[in-house]
């Protein structure tokens, strides 16, 4: 399973740091990633991260968002620097194999 953790409400501007634990397969072996759906949107993919650590971002998030993973606590993180309100959505951990249950990014003030 892949459980998230780490949303919240944060001010325009603010950071958060996504973290997501994966159980139930080697993780090592898989690519990782990020999702988001915001209200009447579609889920649209954040950022993904192989399993020979190469990453690749939404054009929206390239240079504000990271995502990296470590192998030895299986765990994948996205670190949100720089937010704004378009960034509020649902954010999913995803793997090829499960999706996380989702957890809330709320960016107001």
């Known amino acids: 399973q892949l459980v998230e953790s780490g949303g919240g409400l944060v001010q325009p501007g603010g950071s958060l740091r996504l973290s997501c634990l994966a159980s139930?397969?080697?993780?090592?072996?898989?690519?990782m990633g990020w999702y988001r759906q915001a209200p009447g949107n579609q889920r649209e993919l954040v950022a993904v991260?192989?399993?020979?650590?190469?990453?690749n971002y939404a054009t929206s998030v390239k240079g504000r968002f990271t995502i990296s993973r470590d192998n030895t606590k299986n765990t994948v993180y996205l670190q949100m620097n720089s937010l704004k309100p378009e960034d509020t959505a649902v954010y999913y951990c995803?793997?090829?194999?499960?999706w996380g249950q989702g957890t809330q990014v709320t960016v107001s003030s």
């Open positions: 991260i192989s399993n020979a650590r190469s990453t």
């Open positions: 995803w793997s090829p194999i499960l």
């Open positions: 139930g397969f080697t993780f090592s072996n898989y690519a």
